[in-house]
């Protein structure tokens, strides 16, 4: 499938990040099985350790919303001059809800983005039985 769709709405939606310390915006836009999208940003903190990444962002506020079910989720990091992948804590948030196929699409351009798996990204995920 082609995300470049995807992909420009977490780009455009990376100018709304909160990042005055890092100068670091990133977008990430979650395509949703209805097919509608949610998107998100970082938002920083001057208590550096209280930053949320874009991708628990948007996942967040999807989850707020009741919507769990998700069909791709797609990451720009426009000041970045390679593509960037989500950081640990997202790989573990964005597994909680999706499964091995799921699509990650991520990049500074689209000229220049990856397609790939959470499972790529996540390999040997665990303890999945304990969700209730
Ligand atoms: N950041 C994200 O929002 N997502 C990532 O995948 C990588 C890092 C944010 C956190 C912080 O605000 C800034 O980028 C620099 O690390």
Request: glycine residues 4%; aromatic residues 12%; negative net charge.
């Amino acid at each position: 499938m082609d995300y470049r769709f995807l992909f420009e709405k977490a780009l455009e939606t990376s100018k709304n990040a909160w990042c005055v310390y890092s100068d670091f915006p990133v977008g990430a836009a979650l395509l949703l099985d209805d097919d509608s999208i949610i998107v998100g940003v970082n938002v920083e903190n001057r208590s550096y350790g209280a930053t949320n990444c874009a991708e628990r962002t948007a996942i967040f506020t999807a989850i707020s919303q009741g919507k769990r079910n998700f069909k791709a989720l797609a990451i720009a990091t426009p000041k970045s001059d390679y593509p960037v992948p989500p950081c640990g804590i997202c790989r573990q948030v964005i597994s909680e809800f999706t499964s091995e196929n799921f699509p990650i699409i991520y990049g500074n351009s689209w000229e220049s983005h990856i397609e790939t798996t959470i499972l790529n990204l996540y390999p040997q995920d665990s303890l999945h039985e304990l969700a209730k």
